[in-house]
Structure formats: C-alpha cells, structure tokens
C-alpha cells in the first residue's frame, strides 16, 4: 500500500513540498490525499494540481484532522513557527506520524510537550533539517566520531544572507517574536540559517546519532531594521564535549557570505563551504566530500522519511535532536537584549533603493570568525558586550490550545 501523505499549505515555502509531492504522486510513489489551503483563490492552480492527484483540499486544518482521521500516515507542516506545536500535537492526536519543517518550535516548554505526545502516540516526527539526511553529513559524523580531527575543540560557522524589506512582510510572522499570542521567535538563527546551528550541535556530539548538548550561552543580539526581532546575531555557545561552538549570522548585509562551517580537532580540521567538504591535516588537504544540492537534499529527505514509515531503520532527525537548537535559540532571547544599530553604522546598500545594511559587517565577520571571537570583543562600534548564561532556560510559552474539536 502507498504511503498516503497530507500537506498544509501550499504557498511560500509549503509550495516546494507541493512540488515534490505532486512529481512522486505522478510517479506513483505515494498518494496525495490531503491538504489544507487557507488562500484558495489565491492559488488556483495548485489547487487544480492537487485535484488532478486525487487531493481531497480543505480550508481549515481543524476540518482535515476532523474528516480525514485513520485516512493519513504522514502529515507534512510546513507552516510558521508559532504553528509548529500545536498542528504537530493535533497531528500526533489522530494517529499520524509528522514531518515538521525547521525549526522544531519556537520554545523548549513547546519541544518538551510535543516529545511527550509523539511518545503516547506511538508515531514519529521528523523535522526537516534537511542537511541531516544528506549522505556526506553521517559521512564526516562517523568520522568526527572516529576521530578524523583529533580531540573535537570549536565548530563554528559564518552566514551572511542578505533580506529585503520585502521578506519581513512577507506574512505575518517574520521579524516577529510573538503573534496572535503565541511566540514565534523569528530570527536568522532560528529560521534561514537555523540548519547550520542544528548541524554544528549535532557535530558536537560524541555518539554518531546523537546531538551534543549547550552548556553555556553567550549571546549577542541586533536590528538594523525596524522589526520586533532581531536580524543579526553572534553565539559562542559551549557543549558537553568540551568544544566551543560559534555562529556569526545576519541578514542586514550588502552581499551574501558564506555558509562556510569549520570544524577544529587537535589533529586536524574540517571545512564546509560551498559544494565541498575539505580535510586538512599535517599532511595536507584533500575532499572529503561533495555536497548535495538542493533538490538531492529534498529527495534525500523524503526518502528518509518515506522509508521510516515502512519500518525501515533509517535516520530521522528527530525532537532529540533538532531541539538542541530550540534550546539555544529560546536561551538566547530570553537573556540577551537586541540592540537596534542606527546612524552612522547603516549604509545604503548598493542597487536596492531605500535599503539600509551595517557598514563593513562582512570584513568584521571574517575577522571574527578567524579568530574566534564575538563581534563585540573586536572592538566594533555598532556592538554591545554579550550576555551570558549556564543554561536554565525559564522562558514560558503561551498556552497550546488544541487544534482538534
């Protein structure tokens, strides 16, 4: 028997899972047989598409839970992040196993009761890091783990991406920290850039499937454009392993830069940039690996996923996992002040009337990310000194509110 998948959502990033579903319904591989679309008339012919798959399309999520019951194995939620608790606990409370798109919630409270649900239930959630399903990922785990680099002291990573005004009013959630009384906690690392913090916790990790775990936290937070959130930030976070992990990361930036990750041993380090995954080591430099692009990364993932629903025993990355880096995030907004950047450090970005980025972030984020500092501890003007904690995160989610009647 196929696999029979529901979808919510099929607009912004929901429409690249729309896609992938569609091709592999065509093919045979599985059957489309729900999905919730909230903007119908706004996409017609994704609904026209999802008619000709046999999708039986609903406008509310409550209705698909409600008519479809027993009629689903998978639920896939690409939705924002304020919806990723409670539709992952309506989902687990009719039967069906989830794939959740990152990251995994907006808080650790959150996390921690959809581990519990998924546990009665008896289903799964996978969340859809995707890099976590690539083979060159388990590839440098097994080897980090047997000890490609030596004793495991930092991993760090460096990502620039830049993000117009258009982005944040995209819908109504991004550059936010809480909507329609639910947190959200939008911010480059915990929404485009997030799978490189998962990758890194992860990397920490002394067991090949397991993650790390963050011990420590030093956070820096900024703005350099009126939202509620914040849109650049830097983290030196310290992990059970005994290795240091740094993460420089923005979206007010005038060209893109990076991800570039590397990963330091006391024999040896690992670089992770662009379609290539380099070793170094006293006697030189080679490839370790290739990287998967984009579409290779997505089928990757589905495979995975598809696989796990038939008992196969494959690895999914699971809550364990991917909420190691809610647990970061959520600490980091919940000690660190964001500090709006104003004046003299904003600039006018080049070919992008009426858009502002901070002055010279790029030569000061290589720099730091040499040497493994914090924006602050360069001396930079725009910064303020970081905010640090031993992790006893406290921040406290608003009241999840079932989705099923």
Known sequence: MKPRIALVGVSGFAGVYYEDLVTRAAAGGLDLVAATVINQEAEPLKCAGLRRAGCRIYSRYEDMLEAEGGRVDLCIIPTGIHLHAPMTLAALE?????????????????????????????RFVAVAYQHMYAPE??????????????????????????????????????????VKGRW??????????????????????EKVLRAGSPVSLEAELYR????????????????????????????????????VMEIRGSAGAVRWAGKQIVHRDAKGERIFASCSDSSALRKYLLDAV??????????????DIAGQQTVISNTAFEIAQIHSIEGEYLIPTPEQPGELHIGGIEQQSIRAFAEEKMWSELSTGWTKPPTRT????????????SLVS
């Open 94 to 122: 009719v039967g069906w196993n989830v794939l959740l798109e990152k990251p995994a919630a907006a808080t650790i409270a959150e996390v921690e009761q959809m581990k519990l649900a998924e546990a009665r239930s008896g």
């Open 137 to 178: 990922t388990m590839l440098l785990k097994r080897a980090l783990c047997e000890g490609l680099v030596g004793e495991l002291q930092a991993v760090k990573c460096l990502g620039l991406w830049p993000r117009d005004g258009a982005y944040y009013c995209r819908n109504d959630w991004a550059g936010r920290i809480r």
């Open 184 to 205: 959200v906690l939008d911010a480059p690392f915990n929404n485009a850039l997030a799978h490189w913090l998962n990758l890194m916790i992860f990397f920490t990790g």
């Open 224 to 259: 350099a454009r009126q939202i509620e959130s914040c849109d650049t930030a830097c983290f030196r976070i310290g992990t059970d392993s005994g290795a240091d992990v740094y993460f420089w990361v923005g979206h007010s930036c005038a060209r893109e830069l990076g991800p």
């Open 306 to 319: 598809l696989a796990r629903l038939r008992d196969e025993p494959v690895f999914l990355c699971d809550l």
């Open 390 to 401: 031993v992790f006893a995160p406290a921040i406290e989610p608003a009241p999840l509110v």
